[in-house]
C-alpha cells in the first residue's frame, strides 16, 4: 500500500461564504460607527470552517478572514502582535504558548469591545462552547442579541464605551519608569462611571481628529494599544480645509509644534495624555507623517514628469 | 523578413494561450483560501483590506502595520481589476493568470533580445523552457501556499531583466525606470532583494556585457525603486520600533524559521525542490511517477553536464559553477543557520533559506537555452537528440499544475 504523508497533500480550495456572512458583513458595515471594537469567537490566527469538508481540520486550516477583514475591528491573534505594547495583555488573558479559558470577567475588562460574536461553524484551539457563550450573556442585562442566524451569533453591550474618553488621573499618579507598571496600576473598572465620551472623527486607523470637548478633567483617554508612535497634535483650523491642505497643516503642526510630550501608558494597553488645550486636537500615529510626506513626493514628481513631458510634445509639435 | 517578425509572435501568443488553458482549466473559480491566502470575500471586507495606513486598528486592539504599506502597488492592482468590474471572486485568478503570462512573455523577450534571434525554430524552443520556467516546482509550492507576492517576483524576473540589459543598449534611463517599476512591484516580497541580485550577478562575467555599464545601471535602478518605496520607507524612518520592525532580533531561533529549512539540501536543490517545508510539488510528481519521478528531475541534470562539456563558451561553464557555489553557500549557511543569523544579524530578513531555491530554475533555463542556442545547429546528431530530451523531460514538470493544483469535486474525504 502506499504511504502518502497526509501533511503534505495539499492543493488549492474554493471558499464559497455562506449568505448569513455576506448578510452579517452588510449589518456590521451599515452599523459600524455604532462599535469601537468586536471580538470574535473562536479566535486565532488559524481556523477551520466545521462545514467544508476543504477547510475542516488538520493542515486544511484557514487565516481568520472573517475577524481580519471586519468592518468592526475584532482580530486576536498572538502570531501578529510583535509590534504592539496590547501583546502583554492578550498573552495574559488569550493566548501564548498555549490558549487560555475565555472567561466571563474577561467581558468586562474588554472596556472597549461592544459586540461579541460566535461563529457556530468555525473552530480552532480555543475552546469555547456554544453554550458557554449564550451563558456569558443570557440574564447578563448589560447586553442583548444583535445578530443570530445559522452560524453566527451576537450580542452587543448595551452602554457601550467609547474609543475616546476623558477621565481625571494626575499626571504624576503615572510616574513609573517601567512600562509594565504603567500598564497595570490602574483597572478601567476602578474609574468606571468616571468618564466621559468625546466625538471624534476617524480619517483612517492612522488619523483622529477632535473638535472640542467640555469637561473639567485633563487626562485624555485612547483605547487602542499603547504605542510611542502615537502623537497628540493640535492643529488650528484643520476642518476648514479639503484633506489635501489637512494634511499639510499635520506635517506643519508636527515638524514646528511637535507632539504632546505627556504621553503615558494606562489601563493594560491604552494610551493616556495630559492636555494643555481642549480643541482641534489630531491623534497621528507618527510614522503616518512619513506616509503623507511621501505621497506628497509622488504628487509633485507626477506632476513635474507630466509638464515634462507635456512640454516636450510640444516642442516637437510645434518646432 | 516582417513575416518571420510576425510568426515568432504569433508562436509566442500561442504559448500565452496555451497557460491561460493550463491554469484557467485548473483553478479554482473563486475564492482562494487555505495556507497562507487571505482574500476579502465581500464588498464590505474589501473596504476593510483596501485601506493603507501606517496603524492596524483591526487586530489585538491595534498594531503598527507600517511594513504592511509595502504591499501599496499589489492592493493598486487588485483596485484596478476590481475597477474595471472583475468580480470579487474571480481577482484571485485573474491575478495568477496575468502574472503567468506575463513571466512567459519576460522570459521569451528576454532571451530573444539577449540571443539576439527572431528565428522561428528559436522562439519556440524559448516558449517551450518558458513553460518550464513558470511551471516551475518552487513556483507550484509558493502558490500553494498563497505566497503570492514570491510568484510576483520570481515570474516578473525575466521582465526585469529584459529592461536592464535594454538599459545598456538604448534609452538608459527610461529602461532604468521600468526594471525599476517592477522591482518595486516585485519587492513586496521582501527576498527580491537577494534573489535579483543573485541571479543577475552572474552576469558581470559575461563578455558580451559591458559590465561597468551593467552595475551603474542596476545601482541607478535600486536608487529609483528606493524612490519608489518611499512609501513605506518614509514611515519606517519616523518608527520609534524601526530596528524591531526590519530586524527582529529574535526571528531567527523560532521554530518556523528552524523547521523551515529541514528539507534544504543539494538532493532537493538539483531537482528544483524543497522551496518549502511542506513539499507539496514533491508529493504530487512522486504521486505521479512513482520511482521514476528521481530520474525525471535528475537527467537533465546529467544531459546539461553532457551538453556543457563540450561547450567553447566559457560562460555557459561559469553559469554552472556558480550554481554548484550558490548551492554549497546555501547548504553549508544552513548547517550552521543560528550562528550565521546571529553573527549577520542585518541579514535575518532572508533567514527562510530554503525559500531561494527558487532563484534555481531561472539560473538552469538559462543554461538550457544558451545550450540550445549554441549547439542546436550543431551537425552532430546525438546533441540534437540530448537537447530534445532535455525538453520533454523538463516538460513533464507541468504534471503537478495539471492533475493535483485544486481538488476536484468530493476528492477531500
Keep these: 500500500m502506499k504511504k502518502i504523508n497526509w501533511e503534505k497533500n495539499f492543493k488549492l480550495r474554493e471558499f464559497k461564504p455562506s449568505n448569513d456572512y455576506i448578510k452579517f458583513y452588510e449589518k456590521l458595515d451599515n452599523d459600524k460607527d455604532k462599535f469601537t471594537r468586536s471580538l470574535y469567537f473562536p479566535y486565532g490566527a488559524l481556523i477551520f470552517l466545521n462545514d467544508d469538508k476543504y477547510f475542516s481540520a488538520g493542515f486544511l486550516s484557514i487565516v481568520d478572514i472573517f475577524s481580519t477583514f471586519s468592518p468592526i475591528p475584532g482580530a486576536i491573534s498572538v502570531g501578529s502582535g510583535r509590534f504592539t505594547n496590547s501583546k502583554l495583555f492578550i498573552e495574559k488573558n488569550f493566548v501564548k504558548s498555549s490558549h487560555i479559558k475565555f472567561k466571563k470577567n474577561m467581558i468586562d475588562q474588554l472596556y472597549t469591545v461592544d459586540l461579541f460574536i460566535y461563529r457556530k461553524n468555525i473552530s ?47 499626571e504624576k499618579n503615572l510616574n513609573e519608569n517601567n512600562l509594565f507598571y504603567k500598564l497595570t496600576k490602574y483597572e478601567y473598572s476602578d474609574f468606571h462611571g468616571a468618564k466621559d465620551k468625546v466625538n471624534f472623527i476617524r480619517t483612517n486607523d492612522s488619523i483622529i481628529y477632535i473638535e472640542k470637548f467640555d469637561d473639567t478633567a485633563k487626562s485624555f483617554l485612547f483605547n487602542e494599544s499603547y504605542s510611542e508612535n502615537w502623537c497628540l497634535l493640535y492643529v488650528p483650523n484643520y476642518l476648514k480645509y479639503p484633506s489635501i491642505f489637512q494634511n499639510l497643516l499635520l506635517l506643519k503642526s508636527y515638524f514646528f509644534g511637535g507632539c504632546n510630550k505627556k504621553h503615558e501608558a494606562i489601563f493594560s494597553y491604552s494610551n493616556f495624555w495630559t492636555l494643555n488645550k481642549k480643541d482641534n486636537i489630531v491623534l497621528i500615529f507618527s510614522p503616518q507623517i512619513g506616509f503623507i510626506i511621501s505621497k506628497y513626493i509622488y504628487l509633485i514628481s507626477f506632476l513635474y514628469l507630466t509638464i515634462l513631458f507635456l512640454k516636450k510634445k510640444l516642442i516637437r509639435k510645434y518646432f | 523578413m516582417k513575416l518571420k517578425n510576425n510568426s515568432s509572435e504569433i508562436i509566442t501568443v500561442f504559448f500565452s494561450i496555451i497557460i491561460f488553458f493550463i491554469l484557467f482549466l485548473n483553478l479554482p473559480h473563486g475564492f482562494i483560501l487555505g495556507g497562507d491566502w487571505t482574500f476579502p470575500f465581500s464588498n464590505e471586507s474589501y473596504e ?26 499589489y492592493k493598486f492592482f487588485v483596485e484596478i481589476l476590481f475597477f474595471v468590474g472583475v468580480p470579487l471572486k474571480y481577482i484571485q485568478v485573474s491575478i495568477i493568470i496575468i502574472i ?54 520570481y515570474l516578473l524576473y525575466p521582465f526585469f531583466l529584459f529592461f536592464l540589459f535594454k538599459s545598456l543598449s538604448k534609452q538608459q534611463n527610461l529602461n532604468c525606470f521600468f526594471a525599476a517599476l517592477i522591482f518595486s512591484f516585485s519587492i513586496m516580497q521582501v527576498h527580491t532583494i537577494a534573489w535579483y541580485l543573485l541571479m543577475s550577478l ?45 530586524l527582529p532580533s529574535l526571528l531567527y531561533k523560532t521554530a518556523a524559521t528552524k523547521g523551515m529549512d529541514l528539507f534544504l539540501n543539494f538532493n532537493q536543490i538539483f531537482k528544483l525542490y524543497g522551496s518549502l517545508f511542506n513539499e507539496h510539488y514533491e508529493t504530487w510528481f512522486k ?54 543569523f546571529y553573527t549577520f544579524s542585518y541579514l535575518i530578513p532572508f533567514r527562510h533559506l530554503s525559500r531561494f531555491i527558487i532563484i534555481f530554475p531561472f539560473l538552469f533555463s538559462f543554461l538550457i537555452i544558451s545550450m540550445i542556442f549554441s549547439q542546436f545547429e550543431n551537425q552532430k546528431k546525438y546533441k540534437k537528440i540530448l537537447i530534445f530530451s532535455l525538453l520533454i523531460i523538463n516538460f513533464l514538470n507541468l504534471e503537478p499544475w495539471i492533475s493535483n493544483i485544486k481538488y476536484n469535486e468530493n476528492e477531500k474525504n
Design chain 2, 48 to 73: 476593510t483590506w483596501t485601506n493603507l495606513s501606517t496603524w492596524n486598528s483591526k487586530q489585538n486592539f491595534g498594531s503598527s502595520s507600517v511594513l504592511s504599506l509595502n504591499a501599496l502597488y
Design chain 2, 287 to 340: 504521486d505521479s511517477f512513482s520511482y521514476l519521478y528521481n530520474f525525471l528531475a535528475f537527467i537533465p541534470m546529467l544531459i546539461l553536464l553532457l551538453l556543457l562539456q563540450k561547450n567553447k563558451i566559457k560562460f555557459y561553464k561559469l553559469v554552472f559553477s556558480y550554481i554548484l557555489i550558490l548551492a554549497i553557500s546555501l547548504i553549508i549557511i544552513n548547517l550552521n543557520k543560528e550562528d550565521f
Design chain 2, 100 to 153: 503567468f503570462i506575463l513571466g512567459q512573455l519576460g522570459f521569451v523577450l528576454f532571451f530573444i533580445n539577449y540571443l539576439n534571434t527572431r528565428k522561428l525554430i528559436y522562439v519556440i524552443l524559448i516558449n517551450i523552457v518558458a513553460l518550464s520556467y513558470i511551471f516551475s516546482p518552487p513556483n507550484f509550492n509558493f502558490l500553494m501556499m498563497g505566497w503570492i507576492l514570491g510568484n510576483i517576483s
Design chain 2, 202 to 246: 552572474i552576469f558581470l562575467f559575461d563578455t558580451r556585457v559591458d559590465n561597468k555599464k551593467l552595475i551603474l545601471n542596476y545601482l541607478k535602478i535600486c536608487l529609483i525603486t528606493i524612490f519608489l518605496n518611499i512609501h513605506w520607507i518614509f514611515p519606517l524612518m519616523l518608527d520609534v520600533n524601526q530596528g524591531e520592525q526590519v
Design chain 1, 124 to 170: 480552532s484551539n480555543v475552546k469555547l462552547s456554544i453554550n458557554e457563550f449564550k451563558n456569558f450573556f443570557n440574564n447578563n442585562n448589560k447586553f442583548k442579541l444583535y445578530y443570530e442566524s445559522e452560524n453566527i451569533l451576537a450580542y452587543e453591550r448595551i452602554k457601550k464605551n467609547s474609543l475616546i474618553e476623558i477621565i481625571e488621573i494626575k
